[in-house]
């Protein structure tokens, strides 16, 4: 049996209220109850997930330094967080830019994204997939490439409130879990 899918992902913070607000206030995670049964630490969930929690956070500290991964360390690079519309990732780029969070937009072809930093500097990505039964050849030939993201250019072609494909721009009818890993 292979792994098919992340379950949750945990990260360390300097300060895990600050944190609780920017994941809950800024990105939407719901704080669970009972989620801060362990001192210093707290568990999140992305709304409409069926999983006990999506994200936790553990608190070391203000004294903790940056994150080196990727410049002195190796670590992870960023999480990526997918959105059901781009309505939802133009809701989203109006509050990372409120809460000076944003620092990139992309169009990787298949995928819109949005690119931002945590209050602890970690990065993150929130993307919208298009459906398969969308894409083009011309979609598909841009993924080898990175472009800026006309967020509203693509609003225009695709639609507020279009919904995303799922993993790597399926179609969302009839997906069912799969038992590998698959090509993306």
Known sequence: MSVFRLNHAVLYVR??????AFYRDVLGFDYISGGDSFRGAAFLRAPGSTNDHDLGLFEIGSQAGPSGAGRTTVGLYHLAWEVDSLADLEDLAGKLTRADALVGASDHGTTKSLYGKDP????????????????????RAKSASIKPL???????????????????????????????????
């Open 15 to 20: 300060d895990v209220t600050e944190s609780v």
């Open 120 to 139: 602890n500097g970690l990065e993150f990505e929130v993307v919208w997939l298009i459906p398969a039964d969308l894409l083009t050849d011309d979609d």
């Open 150 to 184: 006309d967020l509203q250019r693509e609003i225009i072609r695709f639609g507020r409130d279009t919904h995303g494909g799922v993993g790597i721009s399926r179609s969302t009818v009839d997906v069912a879990p799969t038992t590998s890993l698959g090509s993306g």
